[in-house]
Nanobody, 119 residues
Framework: QVQLVESGGGLVQAGGSLRLSCAAS????????MGWYRQAPGKQREMVAT???????NYADSVKGRFLISRDGAKNTVYLQMNSLKREDTAVYYC?????????????WGQGTQVTVSS
């Protein structure tokens, strides 16, 4: 089991920055990958950024060059630095973690944190 707690969301003006944090209840090195997803009203949840145990990162095209995912193993925390925010970045942002045991993958989700970008 992994509990994930997100923080750092809020209201920011377009062009501004926010940093989201996702604290895991156990060592993030025991997880295959962690990531950030978002869901805007009336839309499906979409991948924003992911980072694997081997520190391979992947980003949605819409955030490349603006967002940066990173991790701190000592704090069991993954971050999402969001710069040059746009109104279309407004959404609830969720952290996820993926673990594997005997070939079966389990996905854990945090409770989400709201990000609102105003014009």
């Amino acid at each position: 089991q992994v509990q994930l707690v997100e923080s750092g969301g809020g209201l920011v003006q377009a062009g501004g920055s926010l940093r989201l944090s996702c604290a895991a209840s156990r060592s993030i090195f025991s997880l295959n990958a962690m990531g950030w997803y978002r869901q805007a009203p009336g839309k499906q949840r979409e991948m924003v950024a992911t980072i694997t145990r081997g520190v391979t990162t992947n980003y949605a095209d819409s955030v490349k060059g603006r967002f940066l995912i990173s991790r701190d193993g000592a704090k069991n925390t993954v971050y999402l630095q969001m710069n040059s925010l746009k109104r279309e970045d407004t959404a609830v942002y969720y952290c996820d973690a993926r673990s594997e045991f005997r070939g079966y993958e389990t996905v854990y989700w945090g409770q989400g944190t709201q990000v609102t970008v105003s014009s």
